[in-house]
């Protein structure tokens, strides 16, 4: 027997990893995580791809600063129909976090990739084999520093992010403006250095497209470890924000 006034929907709200989405809200989600991803990617490899055909018309601080205002702009445009996560290593926090559901992981990070892998096909098409610039790789260091450095870098993007969501009855929206800006800073610093991927689908969709494969476990593993120290500093400063609906509506979506 129920007690009066009792709504168990609502008690499967509060319970933290609770999954209560409704199927039809899949395709709109995973469209809005493919778009989103394939915009990314097509801002950052293209980038790259376009300065190696251009003879470098295309500058570093353009290419640091072109997939940070994309992704600026789809946090405002979309970020309420996913959450707009559009890199693995973000829903990797998120999940940690228990923001949204340990189950929602393979299906975000599928439509994230098919999402790049279809950016660096366009790519492809129109540059042929340009497309290899577009490709994630060490450039001025070995691979044990370039995997640092991606780990501190996404650590820094990360905690902005999860910062964001844990406070999101202040920031709101407004949480673009700090992610942008920190991709921004972290390209024009490290773009030069080993790519400043901070995001494993931008790396593995040009890397699979191209064929070039060798460096890409640098921006899979440099990305989860820097995920996974965010998620320690952000508990460690903001504590646990289990059953906050703020905090979950901006990993989620609202819509």
Known sequence: MTNPGFDPAERRRERPGHDDRPIADWPRRLTAEAFGTFGLVFAAAGGDVMAHVSGDAVGTAAR??????MVAALIYSIGDTSGAHFNPAVTLAFALKRLVPATWLPMYWGAQILGAIAAAGVLRGLFDASIDAGVSAPKLVDPAAAVLLEAILTLFLVTVILGTADRFRVVGPNAALAVGSTIALCGLIALPIEGASMNPARSLGPAIVAGRLADVWIYIVGPAAGA???????TLLHGRVDGDGKAEEAARGSR
């Open 228 to 234: 996974l120290a965010a998620v320690l500093l952000t």
């Open 64 to 69: 640091a600063v072109a997939p940070a205002l």
